[in-house]
């Protein structure tokens, strides 16, 4: 399955690292949305940042050590 048929889930342990992440994201203009977990990611929080681009898992986990947030994993899902 090549890329575009996929979608990147950034999965953490609480809501307030979802929102910290998900607005640095926003400001750098990488396209993503708040969205629930997948149940096949995880259990843990309710919320997600789901990532338009499979392609921006690179920046994103700079973005995370920059931010100092807090996550569970990071997973690709098809479309």
């Known amino acids: 399955m090549d890329s575009s ?3 990147g889930y950034v999965i953490f342990p609480n809501h307030t690292n ?3 992440l998900y607005q640095r994201l926003k400001g750098e203009k990488i396209p993503c949305t708040l969205a629930p977990t997948p149940r096949e990611c995880s259990v843990c929080c309710g919320v997600s940042v789901r990532l338009s681009q499979v392609e921006d898992i690179p920046r ?3 973005l995370i050590q920059e931010e100092n ?3 569970e994993e990071i997973t690709k899902l098809p479309r």
């Open 5 to 7: 048929q996929m979608v």
């Open 18 to 20: 979802a929102l910290r």
């Open 60 to 62: 994103v986990k700079e």
């Open 69 to 71: 947030v807090q996550v």
